[in-house]
């Protein structure tokens, strides 16, 4: 097809046009300020969003600050490459319309990364220098929020279809990304979802407090109408043959996420009370949805719980184990303790590596750092009732790195201890069924291997993004892998790129 349209949202004239500063004086006038919160004492007794909204004054505010900045590096702080000032611009004006097409034309679910993103655009906010960063990821989630009780948000269904079918396997943020921009280029879009519900790892693994499942909800609806199908107990490999979709697809996205979790081979470890994060988080989030599960309950109620890994699923299995009523909740890392602001080795506007205290953290815990787990004790009944831990002692390399480390003499010691959540992150996708079935080559790591700019694995109608491809990262990097990821489809399907022309009103025909 000839001239074929943009496959992104492209944004409206009004968004193109050079913008003018918002307030020059904001950054000076305002500090940043964040959205209150529901209090730890009461939050911690359900299982809702906390964070309020920001009144309309301090919306306008803290969009105020931001500077327009000649250079806005926040663009490239983003995986996405939002454009930040234009969108700052227009909540400034109080112009929700425009706001809402500028951030859309990059991001396809910003109610998501306006919730559990980690904003590496702050990092890079040049305000950030010398000031507290513009305040980006809430100023993201008024936007998208504002735009849905508008009314702004509508389905754009395509008015032609290119015919060529496409299966998107895995319904988290990669796979729906690139279920979203596949379908908006015209192709017909199926989603083959292995658990009950669509969302990976968004709808089982982040809890409920975080991202509210109605969030996830609304979104799929809208996809739906917009024409993508999701098929969900789809288990590919399992009860759906991959044969069948090699010969009914014109290609097949992988996008499943990086769910084989890291071990820690300690004496003791098969006694039981012992459990990896994401089976203790997804059970709770079941539970929450009022769904069933067959494995038996993992509850931190009454125990004194070890979250061993000091991430983002450590910080939730925390949040998590205080809402069961945990009688205590300690947090144990084996790095040393980060600095609490940027080192040398740290430089602006790289993303620093600093200590963070989540709203988890908050809610009550005990962390430490330096720490490693020697054995798990069991009881007479064989279940966990102590660890074995040690202190360490870090050398650091000389760019400011941990390097190697020591146990520290005499530091060796036992602490009560009924349930211990493994979050010490992810090694790969799953290989058994539908990887090994296909054949597709992995990586030194284990992931599924593919040509960097093409996604394209080595069979040739199979591409892959996501954490199946890249390994464990963000939510902001899956939806920017199932975004670029599409484009090479839709160039592998049609011989060209839907990106290469940004022909306004060949998109309106088309959607």
């Given at each position: 097809?000839?001239?074929?349209?943009?496959?992104?949202?492209?944004?409206?004239?009004?968004?193109?046009?050079?913008?003018?500063?918002?307030?020059?004086?904001?950054?000076?006038?305002?500090?940043?300020?964040?959205?209150?919160?529901?209090?730890?004492?009461?939050?911690?007794?359900?299982?809702?969003?906390?964070?309020?909204?920001?009144?309309?004054?301090?919306?306008?505010?803290?969009?105020?600050?931001?500077?327009?900045?000649?250079?806005?590096?926040?663009?490239?702080?983003?995986?996405?490459?939002?454009?930040?000032?234009?969108?700052?611009?227009?909540?400034?004006?109080?112009?929700?319309?425009?706001?809402?097409?500028?951030?859309?034309?990059?991001?396809?679910?910003?109610?998501f990364t306006g919730r559990i993103c980690p904003?590496?655009?702050?990092?890079?906010?040049?305000?950030?220098?010398?000031?507290?960063?513009?305040?980006?990821?809430?100023?993201?989630?008024?936007?998208?929020?504002?735009?849905?009780?508008?009314?702004?948000?509508?389905?754009?269904?395509?008015?032609?279809?290119?015919?060529?079918?496409?299966?998107?396997?895995?319904?988290?943020?990669?796979?729906?990304?690139?279920?979203?921009?596949?379908?908006?280029?015209?192709?017909?879009?199926?989603?083959?979802?292995?658990?009950?519900?669509?969302?990976?790892?968004?709808?089982?693994?982040?809890?409920?407090?975080?991202?509210?499942?109605?969030?996830?909800?609304?979104?799929?609806?809208?996809?739906?109408?917009?024409?993508?199908?999701?098929?969900?107990?789809?288990?590919?490999?399992?009860?759906?043959?991959?044969?069948?979709l090699l010969r009914e697809y014109h290609t097949?996205?992988?996008?499943?996420?990086?769910?084989?979790?890291?071990?820690?081979?300690?004496?003791?470890?098969?006694?039981?009370?012992?459990?990896?994060?994401?089976?203790?988080?997804?059970?709770?989030?079941?539970?929450?949805?009022?769904?069933?599960?067959?494995a038996a309950d993992i509850l931190a109620t009454?125990?004194?719980?070890?979250?061993?890994?000091?991430?983002?699923?450590?910080?939730?299995?925390?949040?998590?184990?205080?809402?069961?009523?945990?009688?205590?909740?300690?947090?144990?890392?084996?790095?040393?303790?980060?600095?609490?602001?940027?080192?040398?080795?740290?430089?602006?506007?790289?993303?620093?590596?600093?200590?963070?205290?989540?709203?988890?953290?908050?809610?009550?815990?005990?962390?430490?750092?330096?720490?490693?787990?020697?054995?798990?004790?069991?009881?007479?009944?064989?279940?966990?009732?102590?660890?074995?831990?040690?202190?360490?002692?870090?050398?650091?390399?000389?760019?400011?790195?941990?390097?190697?480390?020591?146990?520290?003499?005499?530091?060796?010691?036992?602490?009560?201890?009924?349930?211990?959540?493994?979050?010490?992150?992810?090694?790969?996708?799953?290989?058994?069924?539908?990887?090994?079935?296909?054949?597709?080559?992995?990586?030194?790591?284990?992931?599924?291997?593919?040509?960097?700019?093409?996604?394209?694995?080595?069979?040739?109608?199979?591409?892959?993004?996501?954490?199946?491809?890249?390994?464990?990262?963000?939510?902001?990097?899956?939806?920017?892998?199932?975004?670029?990821?599409?484009?090479?489809?839709?160039?592998?399907?049609?011989?060209?790129?839907?990106?290469?022309?940004?022909?306004?009103?060949?998109?309106?025909?088309?959607?």
């Amino acid at each position: 097809m000839r001239n074929r349209i943009h496959l992104l949202r492209m944004p409206s004239t009004t968004c193109c046009q050079s913008i003018k500063m918002g307030k020059p004086t904001g950054f000076i006038e305002f500090t940043r300020e964040l959205p209150g919160k529901r209090s730890p004492q009461e939050r911690v007794n359900d299982y809702r969003e906390f964070v309020e909204q920001y009144s309309k004054d301090k919306l306008n505010q803290q969009a105020a600050r931001c500077m327009n900045c000649g250079v806005p590096f926040c663009h490239s702080g983003c995986p996405l490459g939002n454009v930040i000032p234009e969108f700052n611009d227009a909540v400034y004006d109080k112009n929700w319309k425009n706001a809402y097409e500028i951030l859309t034309s990059t991001n396809n679910f910003p109610e998501f990364t306006g919730r559990i993103c980690p904003a590496p655009c702050e990092s890079a906010c040049v305000l950030g220098i010398n000031q507290p960063p513009v305040a980006i990821e809430e100023i993201e989630k008024h936007i998208i929020e504002i735009a849905f009780e508008q009314g702004l948000v509508k389905a754009r269904k395509p008015n032609m279809r290119t015919g060529k079918k496409i299966a998107v396997v895995g319904s988290g943020p990669a796979g729906l990304a690139a279920a979203a921009q596949l379908n908006y280029a015209g192709h017909t879009v199926t989603v083959f979802e292995r658990d009950s519900k669509p969302g990976g790892l968004l709808r089982f693994g982040i809890p409920d407090f975080k991202l509210g499942k109605t969030v996830i909800d609304r979104r799929i609806k809208l996809m739906e109408e917009e024409g993508v199908t999701f098929q969900c107990n789809a288990n590919v490999g399992v009860n759906v043959s991959i044969n069948d979709l090699l010969r009914e697809y014109h290609t097949i996205v992988l996008a499943g996420g990086s769910t084989i979790p890291r071990d820690l081979p300690a004496p003791g470890r098969d006694i039981q009370g012992i459990h990896y994060a994401m089976d203790f988080l997804k059970q709770q989030n079941k539970r929450v949805g009022s769904e069933t599960f067959e494995a038996a309950d993992i509850l931190a109620t009454g125990k004194n719980v070890v979250v061993i890994g000091g991430g983002d699923t450590g910080s939730d299995c925390v949040g998590t184990s205080n809402r069961h009523g945990a009688k205590s909740v300690t947090q144990f890392e084996l790095l040393p303790k980060p600095s609490s602001s940027r080192t040398a080795y740290m430089p602006w506007p790289t993303y620093p590596m600093i200590l963070k205290t989540s709203s988890s953290h908050e809610e009550g815990v005990e962390r430490h750092w330096a720490i490693s787990t020697k054995e798990f004790v069991a009881d007479e009944q064989g279940k966990l009732k102590a660890l074995k831990i040690v202190d360490l002692e870090w050398k650091m390399n000389d760019d400011g790195r941990a390097a190697s480390f020591a146990e520290v003499p005499g530091s060796e010691r036992t602490i009560p201890c009924e349930l211990v959540l493994l979050a010490m992150g992810f090694v790969h996708p799953q290989h058994e069924g539908m990887v090994k079935q296909l054949g597709v080559d992995l990586d030194d790591r284990g992931n599924v291997k593919a040509t960097e700019k093409a996604y394209q694995t080595n069979i040739q109608k199979v591409f892959t993004c996501g954490d199946m491809r890249r390994g464990q990262s963000l939510v902001v990097w899956a939806i920017s892998e199932g975004r670029e990821c599409a484009r090479q489809v839709d160039e592998f399907l049609m011989g060209n790129s839907l990106l290469e022309t940004k022909d306004e009103s060949l998109l309106q025909a088309f959607l």
